[in-house]
């Protein structure tokens, strides 16, 4: 909870008022809204100039809803003067957001985690087993969204962990300078996301790796070791980052000891002790998320036993579309990783999926989208990958669908679509007893509303 006063925000955003409002000495905690959907009575609404939206046109609907005042580039001329509200001027509102995010990270610890695949699912479990400590919500990872999260951290607060977003060349360094220093960094790994942007994984990598920049303790640096071949580049760059994955070199070795449908049981060495912890998710690849915070966790609480983060694990639950299990009618099982897809996240979710126990298996894929050029050779990837699932039934939508079914070959247990309702429909008579669905594609193809169908099927 950030608290502030009107005369210290002025300070902080470099401001001049329009309307002053109430008290400028009186003290509030400060939620900043950017939605004038999502405004809340005492938030202050910051009025962006996009591309396609103006934020001044919604000024109406923010104080309706009870907002407290606004932060502008321009003047309101369609308000009258009132002391319920206050408005305050900046050159840029972006970067007022920007300059109170940098003022409330100076309140708390900072962790900060990035990576092509598996931040939000990396940061959700790190909260889970890391005391005190708060994730910003949801993938509010932009140099927009996060001072927004930022807003909204809850009283009794020590560390915050940041999910930092690098979807084109000089994002991530604009959000780095909110951080003056860190206690720690996650980089999950990197793969061929965002390639219609970046140049090639070597760029992503350099770009993504700027979070090691500043961390000050010199044994909390993590990595996902499987970097497309650019683990020594990494080991270059920052000789302190500590690499984790499932290979006997690695800095932190870690070793599947088995998968079923109460949870994964895996070990990992570090700092010369081995130690064993079963997480109630399915796949590797929510092990290798969760061996980066435990092992963070270990270097920022010493004295936390390992018991408790097992018993603090066992509480975790993944997100609504990032690989939750949905039970169906007659005993059918639905994974649920519709929120989101690239190549390396589809990849390692898919090569968990082929260890499900499951006597029938059900694919329902779509499109990796933001792939650029290299769109149809991902996807004729994944195609020939899928292959090795032995899948009773394949169902595919998305404008891809020629470039899978060109790595995947031609057969009738494949099924294309182009619409979600026609899915839907042939897809309802596959829930059957013993039957494992797995379920994902980028979220702009829409398949978390084919979730949102069949889960209605449970009640």
């Known amino acids: 909870m950030f608290l502030v006063t009107n005369s210290t925000l002025t300070k902080i955003v470099d401001g001049i008022w329009l309307q002053e409002g109430e008290n400028l000495n009186k003290e509030y905690p400060l939620h900043l809204e950017i939605d004038s959907r999502k405004v809340r009575p005492g938030d202050v609404f910051v009025c962006l100039q996009g591309e396609r939206v103006d934020g001044h046109n919604y000024v109406d609907q923010a104080l309706q809803k009870g907002a407290r005042g606004f932060i502008v580039e321009k003047p309101l001329s369609t308000m009258e003067k009132q002391e319920s509200f206050f408005v305050l001027r ?25 990576g092509s695949a598996g931040k939000t699912t990396t940061k959700q479990i790190l909260e889970t087993i890391l005391p005190s400590s708060h994730a910003t919500f949801g993938n509010y990872n932009t140099p927009i969204g996060l001072p927004v999260a930022f807003s909204n951290i809850p009283a009794n607060t020590k560390w915050i962990l940041s999910e930092l977003s690098a979807s084109y060349p000089g994002e991530i360094e604009t959000i780095l300078p909110l951080f003056s220093s860190s206690e720690g960094a996650i980089l999950t790994g990197i793969g061929n996301s965002h390639t219609e942007f970046f140049s090639s994984t070597k760029e992503i990598l350099n ?27 990494l080991k270059r760059m920052h000789p302190c980052v500590q690499l ?3 290979d006997a070199s690695m800095d932190i070795p870690i070793v599947l000891l088995g998968m079923d449908k109460q949870g994964t049981t895996f070990s990992f060495s570090t700092g010369g002790s081995s130690y064993t912890f079963t997480l109630p998710c399915f796949g590797k690849h929510y092990v290798l998320n969760a061996v980066a915070c435990i092992a963070l966790t270990m270097q920022l609480c010493p004295s936390l036993k390992v018991a408790e983060i097992q018993e603090r694990l066992q509480t975790f639950t993944p997100g609504k579309g990032r690989g939750r299990w949905l039970h169906l009618f007659h005993g059918c099982v639905c994974i649920d990783e519709s929120y989101n897809a690239n190549p390396l996240s589809m990849k390692m979710s898919l090569e968990a999926f082929f260890s499900f126990p499951a006597s029938s298996k059900i694919l329902v894929l779509g499109d990796m989208l933001e792939l650029g050029s290299m769109a149809e050779q991902e996807h004729k990837k994944i195609g020939t990958l899928v292959k090795q699932c032995h899948a009773k039934r394949i169902f595919y939508i998305g404008q891809y669908g020629k470039s899978f079914q060109d790595g995947y070959g031609t057969s009738e247990d494949v099924e294309y679509y182009t619409t979600i309702e026609e899915l839907y429909d042939h897809l309802q008579k596959w829930v059957r007893k013993d039957t494992a669905m797995f379920v994902k594609a980028s979220n702009g193809v829409g398949l978390h509303t084919l979730v949102n169908k069949l889960e209605s099927m449970v009640k």
């Open 207 to 233: 770009s993504k790796a700027l979070i090691f920049e500043n961390v000050s303790n010199s044994h909390t640096c993590f990595a996902n070791g499987h970097l497309e071949g650019l683990e020594k580049d």
């Open 244 to 246: 984790y994955g499932f």
């Open 90 to 114: 900046v050159k840029k509102t972006s970067q007022a957001l920007l300059d109170i995010a940098t003022e409330i990270a100076k309140q708390y610890s900072s962790i900060l985690i990035t």
